[in-house]
């Protein structure tokens, strides 16, 4: 069925330094991919995606590269800053659904 | 705003209970969704619903049921709770556009222990 494996599970960075996670999918057929952030006793926050017809998409400190032949696409996050600590999920839409990723739970320590 | 309000952010339940959470959104999209979110394992799609009265099974629909009698209304029910249910519960929501479901707005969470 259809998979995102999503790396690393735990990212620890010093504040100004950048932050990547990963994520590989299995469905060909995935052609939206948005970026979650998860905030301590919150649901989660749509804060950057990217379709399958762009390579690379920007919003100030953070982006989202897509690579759609090897089926992975990855968050960068420029500068971290404190608040930036959180739980990060990347999803695919299969069908009408959104497949989520197991998440990264990053640390930016001041 | 946006908004999607679930009815309890926590709840402890004894085992065999019939366990509703109730789950409503303001933005008159036509999708509703489920989630369990586990340690270690994400999030992961209970059931869905993408107009009233529809119901599609998700990834983990085992022991779980759902009712949709009004577009801004997902229940999830749990008919009787064990304690491998205890979990934090997402609702959300998307619309769709052009045939393809848009950005999904999540509420806070539901934490349920089962006791």
């Known amino acids: 069925g259809e998979n995102v494996e999503q790396h690393p599970s735990t990212l620890s960075v010093q504040e100004g330094d950048s932050a990547v996670i990963k994520c590989t999918y299995s469905?060909?057929?995935?052609?939206?991919f948005p970026w979650y952030k998860q905030e301590l006793g919150k649901g989660p926050q749509l804060i950057i995606d990217?379709?399958?017809?762009?390579g690379e998409k920007k919003d100030q400190r953070i982006a989202v590269t897509l690579n759609k032949t090897a089926k992975h696409f990855s968050l960068h996050i420029t500068e971290t800053q404190p608040e930036d600590s959180a739980v990060y999920f990347c999803?695919?839409?299969?069908?009408?659904?959104?497949?989520f990723g197991t998440g990264t739970r990053l640390q930016v320590f001041p | 705003d946006v908004k999607v309000t679930q009815s309890s952010r926590y709840l402890v339940k004894r085992t065999g209970e019939k366990v509703f959470l109730e789950c409503v959104q303001d933005?008159?999209?036509?999708?509703m969704f489920w989630y369990r979110q586990d340690p270690g394992l994400g999030l992961r799609l209970i059931y869905f619903?993408?107009?009233?009265?529809?119901?599609e099974k998700g990834d983990i629909p085992e022991g779980y049921s759902v009712s949709r009698e009004k577009k801004e209304r997902f229940s999830l029910i749990l008919e009787s709770a064990s304690t491998n249910q205890t979990s934090m519960y997402l609702c959300?929501?998307?619309?769709?556009?052009?045939?393809?479901?848009?950005?999904?707005?999540f509420g806070q969470g539901t934490r349920l222990t089962v006791v």
């Open positions: 999803a695919t839409r299969g069908t009408d659904k959104l497949i």
């Open positions: 933005m008159d999209h036509e999708n």
């Open positions: 469905d060909s057929a995935s052609n939206y």
């Open positions: 619903s993408y107009d009233v009265k529809m119901k």
């Open positions: 990217i379709r399958s017809n762009v």
């Open positions: 959300a929501s998307s619309f769709i556009r052009g045939q393809r479901s848009t950005e999904a707005f």
